[in-house]
């Protein structure tokens, strides 16, 4: 079984940053690509970033140049650094792991606040 923890939330002024940090422990199966989701207030969750075991990332147009997707294989570890943080960027932020042969798990999510 994996389960996703995330950390790294809180409440920031427009223009600062945060770093979103997801670790996925297992001894069994292999962890594949991990991604960030959010979820604002009345709207359809969406991928703010994802990145596979080789390193490929792929972003969301409106993160792009702000938000940095990484990963340390050796923990299991992905790390969403987010700057000049902008008060749209208000959601609840979840972790997404691929592992074994395709199986999905989502972490319970951390909130994130930009006050303007």
């Known amino acids: 079984q994996v389960q996703p923890v995330e950390s790294g939330g809180g409440l920031v002024q427009a223009g600062g940053s945060l770093r979103l940090s997801c670790t996925a422990s297992?001894?069994?199966?292999?962890?594949?690509?991990m991604a960030w989701y959010r979820q604002a207030p009345g709207k359809q969750r969406e991928l703010v970033a994802e990145?596979?075991?080789?390193?490929?990332?792929n972003y969301l147009d409106s993160v792009k140049g702000r938000f940095t997707i990484s990963r340390d294989n050796a923990k299991n570890t992905a790390y969403l650094q987010m700057n000049s943080l902008k008060p749209e960027d208000t959601a609840v932020y979840y972790c997404?792991?691929?592992?074994?042969?395709?199986?999905?798990?989502w972490g319970q999510g951390t909130q994130v606040t930009v006050s303007s």
């Open positions: 997404n792991v691929e592992y074994g042969m395709g199986k999905l798990r």
């Open positions: 297992s001894s069994i199966f292999r962890i594949n690509a």
């Open positions: 990145i596979t075991s080789g390193g490929n990332t």
